[in-house]
């Protein structure tokens, strides 16, 4: 059986694996090509009497000597001289794809074009007419193929079994267009390499002749012992230099690309409904540069009311059944081991259970606004609000690139500080990170949730979102201080974005998302926030000045409430000057989570909501109820938040939905912690309490990864102008609310 | 005379602000398929490079996707100084606040 040598060849995930797999099925060889770290793939097929072997040449663009890849394809295709050479295409991003197709042309390749992925064009309201396209390349053979569903590889088969019987004189064969001047030069060119034996044996004089012109970089190095050819081609790059302006090489890429237009224009047709399209006209109001930022502020509006208020009744039944039936279950577990009264009990109900779970009860918050991000990531519009954020950041001096480290602060501060190594300017770079620390990162939102709902009610999201705000506010002012008055400002480059097209988000890839960031959540409560809540209560029974015993000291005088009390002072102006407040700021360095946990261990402890006598099963039923009452008090929230946006605009009042009585609503109470926490601030104080918390020192890891980023110099200043920062600006808020009669 | 590949180039040297693809494309009267393939060519001349990209900040972070508010950024591309030197990726960052 005679055997034939076909070569696939294409673009990078243009399908070329699966149809090379689709054909050759387990009849496969892997090894590497020869000298090269590079696959080699081979695999063989039966085919009308000959003996198919297949070769699935590396994923390139182009047919130049940029990477290992294309010279391995274009010296196969030389050396090996394959019988057919399949070229895949996808059919979604013909225009790209046919750049190497045309190389391949120009070499003389016997091509066959696959026309792969046509499922994914007519999705997109793309059609090819594949006989124009056939014409378009000198009678080139064109077969439609979806190869992930296998459908028309017989065609394919078909269109090799053709292909072999063909006589090579009746082949198609196609020659790139090219102006007078560069023509001339090819043609002198071409004779001489004619001439010289050894070159015209391997090489096609023509395409030779023109890769030479484009100065291919391997090339020349094949033909430098012929220095006649050296002498005429370097001579012959000056003359159409000096003729047209431009360098050869891309006057003949150009002329490339401009055949590539002519083709699509012919052979391809795009219908009026393609998401492209749609995508280009949302993005005109979503990307606009007047109205671009608002919208994402809009959102960003909307992301935090849906986080804050539909989340809140399950907080509350979370921490119902936290400071309640755990509470109660896990002394009533002591006290019948004997050890109700002991620093144990008190470890772990005071210590562990108070702290951990005042930060548990924060899934729900952290739950909704991943799952809102991840709606928002997964349809393509973040990375709009890149785009439009980024264009805002080079109107205040700062590099466009410096909104990833940012917005990636919003997470966290401590990947933030790392992802600013993406720039390439050290005072870019430097000016970022000290700025990505007033980007509220995540573990603070729970702080805002707790002060929003405890004195806010149902707007508590507005608060979250000024917060959110007030951040981006101060690292503005801080940028243009630190660009126009200690740095000099630089230029910035600009640069094009590719925005992917809108879609509707997978269900997947949301949920994997959720958990994965949940997960990590409850992670660091079981090890970091656990560790703190123990050191926390160590801290707060230790017994210092007046004595006292271990465990049974109050918290004022314990060597916690000491410290804080000595620093309490200073905060007073602020309007929170107590211990309490004091020490949970304090004790916020070590992650910002853990300000939650203090105050939970010193404003609640081991106030249990139910009496310890109660039965397992009474605890259950009104667990089950609790948390049905709360999934309808979620559902009613969300639906809410329309009327209540609309009933932003003057006049307006949109009646809200109410599935649930209004005093149903609040039959259990409020959490003990916000009860709490209102008799000890005043709304303003609480507002200049959570400024602090935005805009204070960051937590450890921060600030170590600051040091270990712009040295120790560099971190001490952003933890002092921090610091200055949030107490000036805790002061302003509290003193100036004072004056305007809050 | 200008070709339209020298007018892609000259379009990142001018641009006073970001471009999306297919504001360029439009400007420039291409398709958008067929610009991406216009500045892979400037790519490959070294003239342009592709940006860093989410995906490639937090590459070295062991929380990877766990990272609240991580999104993909897209695809972006800016001019590149001649012989220049690609960042330094960043190193694991060890835990996540969030």
Redesign the interface.
């Known amino acids: 059986m005679p055997t034939v040598r076909i070569a696939l060849a294409g673009n990078p995930n243009a399908g070329k694996s699966t149809i090379f797999n689709a054909l050759t099925g387990a009849r496969q060889h892997t090894g590497n090509w020869p000298g090269k770290t590079v696959a080699k793939q081979t695999g063989r097929l039966p085919l009308n009497g000959y003996d198919l072997e297949l070769v699935d040449l590396p994923g390139t663009?182009?047919l130049?000597a940029?990477s290992a890849e294309e010279i391995i394809t274009r010296d196969y295709i030389l050396d090996e001289c394959p019988d057919v050479v399949v070229a895949i295409v996808d059919a979604s991003?013909?225009?790209?794809n046919l750049?190497l197709v045309l190389q391949l042309l120009e070499m003389g390749a016997p091509v066959i074009l696959a026309l792969n992925m046509i499922d994914v064009a007519e999705s997109r309201a793309i059609s090819i007419d594949a006989d124009r396209l056939s014409a378009a390349l000198g009678g080139v053979p064109v077969v439609r193929l979806i190869g992930s569903r296998q459908v028309g590889l017989d065609d394919l088969k078909q269109a090799i079994a053709r292909y072999i019987h063909q006589s090579e004189r009746v082949r198609p064969r196609w020659v790139l267009p090219l102006p007078e001047s560069v023509a001339a030069e090819k043609s002198r060119l071409q004779s001489l390499i004619e001439r010289e034996p050894v070159l015209a044996a391997r090489y096609d004089a023509g395409w030779l002749a023109l890769k030479l012109l484009e100065q291919d970089d391997d090339l020349l190095d094949r033909v430098a012992s012929f220095p006649i050819i050296t002498a005429a081609m370097a001579e012959a790059v000056e003359r159409i230099s000096a003729a047209?302006?431009?360098e050869p090489d891309?006057?003949i890429?150009?002329l490339r690309?401009?055949v590539?237009?002519q083709i699509?224009a012919q052979a391809v047709t795009r219908g009026c409904a393609e998401p492209?399209t749609r995508?280009?006209r949302v993005?005109s109001v979503l990307?606009h540069?007047v109205w671009g930022v608002p919208v994402f502020l809009f959102l960003m509006w909307i992301v935090f009311q849906i986080t804050a208020n539909a989340s809140a009744p399950l907080v509350d039944w979370i921490d119902g059944v936290i400071n309640g039936p755990v509470v109660n279950w896990t002394q009533i577990a002591f006290n019948a081991a004997g050890l109700g009264e002991s620093w144990l009990a008190s470890m772990v109900i005071d210590g562990a259970i108070a702290g951990v779970g005042g930060v548990l009860v924060f899934i729900p918050v952290?739950m909704a606004?991943?799952l809102v991000?991840s709606v928002l990531?997964d349809s393509g519009y973040?990375?709009r609000?890149?785009?439009v954020m980024?264009?805002f950041m080079?109107r205040l001096g700062l590099h466009?690139?410096s909104f990833?480290?940012l917005?990636?602060g919003?997470?966290?501060?401590?990947?933030a500080v790392?992802?600013t190594?993406?720039?390439?300017h050290s005072e870019d770079r430097k000016i970022t990170a000290f700025l990505t620390t007033f980007m509220s990162?995540?573990?603070r939102l729970p702080i805002y949730v707790l002060f929003g709902t405890a004195f806010f009610g149902a707007s508590s999201g507005t608060l979250v979102f000024a917060m959110y705000l007030s951040g981006i506010g101060v690292a503005v002012l801080t940028s243009l201080l630190l660009t126009r008055v200690i740095y000099r400002n630089k230029p910035v480059?600009?640069?094009?974005?590719?925005?992917?097209p809108y879609r509707l988000p997978n269900r997947h890839t949301v949920w994997?998302?959720i958990w994965?960031?949940t997960?990590?959540?409850l992670r660091?409560a079981a090890t970091?926030i656990l560790a703190a809540s123990l050191v926390i209560w160590l801290l707060l029974a230790l017994p210092v000045g007046r004595g006292g015993r271990f465990g049974e000291v109050p918290p004022h005088d314990s060597l916690f409430g000491s410290v804080s009390a000595a620093l309490a002072p200073a905060l007073a102006p602020a309007g929170f000057g107590s211990w309490q407040a004091t020490g949970a700021l304090i004790t916020g360095f070590t992650?910002?989570?853990v300000v939650i946990t203090t105050m939970n261990q010193l404003y609640v402890g081991s106030g249990a909501e139910s009496a310890p006598d109660s039965d397992l099963g009474s605890d259950l039923r009104a667990i089950a109820i609790g948390l049905g009452k709360a999934l309808v008090l979620t559902v009613q929230e969300i639906a809410n938040v329309v009327p209540r946006t609309i009933n932003l605009l003057p006049g307006v009042a949109l009646p809200e939905l109410a599935l649930v009585p209004a005093g149903a609503a609040d039959e259990a109470g409020a959490p003990q912690l916000q009860s709490a926490l209102r008799a000890a601030f005043t709304p303003l104080a609480a507002v200049a309490f959570n400024v602090f918390v935005l805009l204070y020192v960051p937590?450890v890891?921060?600030v170590s990864?600051m040091r270990h980023e712009y040295g120790t110099r560099w971190m001490l200043t952003q933890a002092a102008y921090t610091l200055a920062v949030a107490w000036l600006a805790a002061v302003l808020v509290y003193q100036g609310g004072r004056l305007l009669g809050f | 005379?200008t070709?339209?590949?020298?007018a892609v180039l000259e379009?990142?040297q001018v641009?006073?602000?970001?471009?999306?693809?297919?504001q360029?494309a439009a400007t420039l009267d291409?398709?958008?398929?067929?610009l991406?393939?216009?500045?892979?060519?400037w790519v490959?001349?070294g003239r342009l490079r592709e940006?860093?990209?989410?995906g490639?900040?937090?590459a070295?972070?062991h929380?990877g996707?766990?990272?609240?508010?991580?999104?993909?950024?897209?695809?972006?591309?800016?001019?590149a100084a001649p012989g220049?030197r690609a960042?330094?990726?960043?190193?694991p960052?060890?835990?996540?606040?969030?």
């Open positions: 663009y182009s130049s940029f991003n013909l225009e790209r750049y047209t302006g431009e891309t006057l890429a150009d690309y401009q590539i237009g699509a492209t995508s280009d993005d990307t540069p952290l606004l991943f991000i990531e973040m990375a609000a890149a785009f980024d264009r080079q466009g690139k990833l480290p917005l990636v919003f997470g966290c501060t401590v990947p790392y992802a190594r993406t720039l390439e990162c995540g573990a480059p600009p640069f094009v974005m590719e925005l992917p994997l998302q994965t960031q997960r990590d959540f660091r970091l992650a910002k989570e937590c890891a921060a990864a | 005379m070709t339209t590949l020298r379009a990142f641009a006073e602000a970001p471009l999306s693809l297919g360029l291409v398709s958008p398929p067929l991406e393939g216009m500045i892979e060519y490959r001349k940006a860093g990209t989410a490639s900040a937090c070295a972070c929380q996707r766990a990272c609240p508010l991580i999104v993909k950024m897209p695809r972006r591309y800016e001019l220049e960042p330094e990726p960043p190193p960052c060890g835990c996540c606040h969030s």
